[in-house]
């Protein structure tokens, strides 16, 4: 395991789930939180500028890198009251929190749950601000097909997307290190479930804005995106910016879903800036002036037939 963290590897339980972490660095704690299919190490191009000033803490996320694989419903408010938990047992009762993609909507989900923790909240190419995503999550959320060539294809599918440069081309050992965790059992199993907990067919099924207003007083926000994102489109950022006033927005015109990576050193200065400000931003949510469309009857009637099968099929599990 030591080989695979970029600090000391540790390991807590909370619950059912064992939570792989490590943290580096001094100062204020920072929570690093990675995406769908990934682990920790999505931050190792920032790490070495970010713990030059604070206290990273890095979990992976149950069901993914090095945590475990539990028989849960991976879903956003599961995860989030897990990570609560862990940091519970970590003695942080408050830190800035950074979340990428997937990750990014378990931040917006903690700071539901206990916003007072939250000093404040960096989302990354998050989930959870718009319906858009890619197809291929969208696929992986159908009911029956999905879960059965799940645990078939999460290694070979992981290998393909990363050298075809579909999410982001690593280190040659980075491709071959995420697909060795993604293919461990129980990995397709957590895949399906937290997919179809936050997707379907259509696109996003849960937003934060349905919940925000449930936030007495928002901490400062940063959004970071890539022009080219693929996976969640840029304009989700802009239409959050809008809307969140005080919010900040960092874009980055070559970058595709993972700044962090594809545009390390100005992400690592841009994220170090909004972190070090003194200054409140104080944000807050503008009314929406269009009505939310509500949604047509054949999805309705899908969302259903989706939710029937999901629930006969863990039961059978």
Same mark, same amino acid.
């Given at each position: 395991?030591?080989?695979?963290?970029?600090?000391?590897?540790?390991?807590?339980?909370?619950?059912?789930?064992? !939570?792989?972490?490590?943290?580096?660095?001094?100062?204020?704690?920072?929570?690093?939180?990675?995406?769908?299919?990934?682990?920790?190490?999505?931050?190792?191009?920032?790490?070495? =500028?970010?713990?030059?000033?604070?206290? #990273? !803490?890095?979990?992976?996320?149950?069901?993914?890198?090095?945590?475990?694989?539990?028989?849960?419903?991976?879903?956003?408010?599961?995860?989030?009251?897990?990570? #609560?938990?862990?940091?519970?047992?970590?003695?942080?009762?408050?830190?800035?929190?950074a979340g990428h993609?997937?990750?990014?909507?378990?931040?917006?989900?903690?700071?539901?749950? $206990?916003?007072?923790?939250?000093?404040?909240?960096?989302?990354?190419?998050?989930?959870?601000?718009?319906?858009?995503?890619?197809?291929?999550?969208?696929?992986?959320?159908?009911? &029956?097909?999905?879960?059965?060539?799940?645990?078939?294809?999460?290694?070979?599918?992981?290998?393909?997307?990363?050298?075809?440069?579909?999410?982001?081309?690593?280190?040659?050992?980075?491709?071959?290190?995420?697909?060795?965790?993604?293919?461990?059992?129980?990995?397709?199993?957590?895949?399906?479930?937290?997919?179809?907990? /936050?997707?379907?067919?259509?696109?996003?099924? &849960? $937003?934060?804005?349905?919940?925000?207003?449930?936030?007495?007083?928002?901490?400062? !926000?940063?959004?970071?995106?890539?022009?080219?994102?693929?996976?969640?489109? &840029?304009?989700?950022?802009?239409?959050?910016?809008?809307? !969140?006033?005080?919010?900040?927005?960092? =874009?980055?015109? =070559?970058?595709?879903?993972?700044?962090?990576?594809?545009?390390?050193?100005?992400?690592?200065?841009?994220?170090?800036?909004?972190?070090?400000d003194e200054v409140?931003?104080?944000?807050?949510?503008?009314?929406?002036?269009?009505?939310?469309?509500?949604?047509?009857?054949?999805?309705? /009637?899908?969302?259903?037939?989706?939710?029937?099968?999901?629930?006969?099929? =863990?039961?059978?599990?």
């Amino acid at each position: 395991m030591a080989s695979q963290m970029l600090g000391k590897p540790r390991i807590t339980t909370v619950e059912r789930a064992s !939570i792989a972490w490590t943290e580096v660095g001094q100062g204020e704690p920072l929570i690093l939180l990675h995406g769908l299919g990934d682990s920790h190490r999505t931050w190792r191009r920032v790490v070495t =500028r970010l713990a030059s000033r604070f206290r #990273l !803490i890095m979990p992976d996320l149950p069901g993914h890198g090095l945590s475990s694989r539990p028989d849960a419903p991976y879903t956003l408010d599961w995860y989030a009251t897990t990570l #609560l938990a862990w940091a519970d047992q970590l003695e942080l009762s408050r830190a800035h929190v950074a979340g990428h993609s997937f990750g990014g909507g378990v931040a917006q989900w903690m700071l539901l749950q $206990q916003p007072q923790r939250i000093s404040k909240l960096a989302l990354v190419a998050p989930g959870g601000l718009g319906t858009e995503v890619a197809i291929g999550l969208r696929l992986a959320s159908f009911p &029956v097909l999905a879960p059965f060539l799940a645990p078939y294809l999460m290694g070979v599918g992981t290998h393909v997307m990363m050298r075809t440069g579909q999410l982001v081309r690593p280190e040659p050992e980075e491709i071959a290190r995420i697909a060795w965790m993604n293919s461990a059992p129980g990995t397709a199993r957590a895949f399906c479930r937290t997919v179809s907990g /936050c997707m379907d067919l259509f696109g996003q099924t &849960v $937003q934060s804005w349905d919940r925000i207003h449930e936030v007495p007083a928002l901490p400062p !926000i940063a959004l970071f995106w890539g022009d080219r994102d693929r996976i969640l489109p &840029v304009h989700h950022a802009m239409a959050a910016a809008t809307r !969140i006033e005080g919010a900040t927005l960092a =874009r980055y015109a =070559r970058a595709g879903h993972f700044p962090q990576l594809e545009e390390s050193e100005r992400f690592g200065d841009d994220l170090l800036r909004f972190l070090d400000d003194e200054v409140p931003s104080n944000p807050r949510i503008r009314p929406l002036l269009v009505r939310a469309r509500r949604p047509s009857a054949v999805r309705r /009637c899908f969302l259903r037939l989706g939710s029937s099968l999901r629930t006969a099929l =863990r039961a059978i599990a």
